[in-house]
């Protein structure tokens, strides 16, 4: 089965390398966060390993990649195949970007994030639909400030058709035909504080995963 994977993502703006996401990794925020599924706090944890050491990343986990690729099917070891539109060289310039990266803060998982997040993979898992609006006509900013206020800048990452934590964090990082590969660019900024993540079923992709990144929130209490 092949996979055609679509990468989304909006941002506003206002004004130790572990070996897995154990409960001990200090990279694994995640840990006690009741509200979060199991992939989803490997998702908060992968992103934590990536922002620790983009270069480490880079060359563990997508370099070897490149021997994947069939022309632009890329070979996913041990998940589903993607289709890519650039190919290889996509890979490539990643590479060559994330060794250059430095070292960014580990996220901590906020839950008014992650209710706006699961307001939209509920909405899309139902309609089917892609991007940032809702059916409701709602986007990014008005699905946060449902649950609290933000603070410095918020964005958002959408992916469709991933199965796994690393796979997604790859694919977003790749960013495969996007011209100013702005999910990257999300992941690598340094503003950012807090996350929420959530995971859904898709009508036509499958999966999706919703990933809201803030510099601050003040959480509503009622929420």
């Known amino acids: 089965m092949r996979v055609t994977v679509i990468l989304i993502l909006i941002t ?3 004004l130790a390398f572990a070996s897995g996401p154990g409960s001990a ?10 509200y979060l599924s199991p992939l989803e706090k490997e998702i908060v ?5 990536f922002r620790s050491n983009p270069a480490r990343y880079a060359e563990k986990y997508i370099a070897p990649l490149a021997k994947n690729y ?11 195949p993607i289709k890519t539109v650039e190919g290889v060289k996509a890979l490539h ?5 994330l060794k250059r990266a430095t070292p960014k803060p580990i996220l901590y998982p906020n839950k008014a994030l992650t209710n706006a997040a699961g307001d939209h993979c509920r909405d899309q898992s139902k309609t089917g639909r892609t991007g940032h609006t809702g059916s409701d006509n709602s986007n990014l900013k008005t699905r946060i400030e449902r649950y609290g206020k933000w603070k410095v800048r918020i964005a958002e990452n959408i ?3 991933n199965t796994s934590a690393r ?5 977003l990082l790749i960013d495969d035909n996007v011209k100013d590969r702005g999910h990257r660019a999300n ?5 950012f504080k807090l996350i929420g993540v959530s995971t859904a079923t898709h009508p036509e992709y499958l999966t999706m995963c919703v990933m809201n990144f803030a510099g601050g929130m003040e959480n509503n209490n009622e929420k």
Do not use: H, W
């Open 70 to 80: 069939q022309k632009n099917l890329l070979q996913y070891p041990g998940d589903l």
């Open 45 to 49: 944890y992968e992103i934590n390993l």
């Open 12 to 14: 506003i703006s206002n």
């Open 159 to 161: 992916a469709y058709g």
């Open 25 to 34: 990794s200090p990279l694994n925020t995640a840990a006690n966060a009741s």
């Open 167 to 171: 796979q997604m964090v790859v694919f």
């Open 187 to 191: 992941m690598l900024n340094p503003d």
């Open 93 to 97: 310039e990643c590479v060559r970007e």
